[in-house]
């Protein structure tokens, strides 16, 4: 895989429009878009359609997370969009995942076209061991993501996404082609919502498929220089200075 190919550029942003501007300046330099709650809430389909027709891929973000019945209907609406990567929550269940992976294949199957690849979502990078004790869960952040990225495993998901310091230990666990997307991704040191961050020389290092690029490169002063400055860093194998 290309370095380039392992950047997923997060398209948390309000309008339409502005998704199409940042696709047309980004598509030659990320691998993928990811459009999640905010703006497939504001445009729904036509921005999946806009980026497939520039050719590039697109993750779902929607963290589904709901009986297993309306997961796998919401399932089988992004394969007929043609996404080619989405996500539920496992702690939505085991069963809940199952339902969706196979939702997904018979779809993909009867209308001929590829299955989207299905990951889940272990402990989001914004919770650390505090907040899952706040929320009566005593198990620390790598534990619980262990336990659930195997439970993903079992369930026939592709793959799941982790924090930074989990990447090494689900590598191990669950095998080479096991997909792991990493957000929290930081170029330094910023104290923001993302409590458990990573840069993306490391996160790759350890062994991250992709990485989610959001703030870091949008807020920065010139992204696309810092798109191929990680791509490069990433191919090189060294620290992001
Ligand atoms: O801007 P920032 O880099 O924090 O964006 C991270 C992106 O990754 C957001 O779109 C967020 O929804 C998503 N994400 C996350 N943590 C997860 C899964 C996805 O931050 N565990």
Known sequence: MEPKEKLIFALDVE?????????????????MFKVGKQLFTHCGPKIVDFIKLKKSKVFLDLKYHDIP???????????????????????????????????LHDTAKGLH??????????????IDDQELKRMGIEMPVYELTKRLALLAKEAGLDGVVAGGSEIEMIRELCGKDFIIVTPGVRIEEKKDDQKRTITPVDAVRKGATYIV????????KNPRQLLA??????????PHK
């Open 15 to 31: 309008h339409f429009q502005e998704a199409q501007e940042l696709v047309m300046e980004f598509k030659d330099h990320v691998g």
């Open 113 to 126: 076209v590829r299955r989207p690849k299905i990951i889940g979502v272990t402990v989001l990078t914004s």
């Open 229 to 238: 400055k990680i791509s490069e860093d990433i191919r090189r194998g060294v």
């Open 213 to 220: 690029l959001g703030r870091a490169v949008r807020d920065s």
């Open 69 to 103: 019945n309306t997961v796998a209907k919401a399932a089988i609406e992004a394969a007929k969009l043609g996404v080619d990567m989405m996500n539920v929550h496992t702690a939505g269940g085991f069963t809940m995942m199952k339902e969706a992976q196979t939702a």
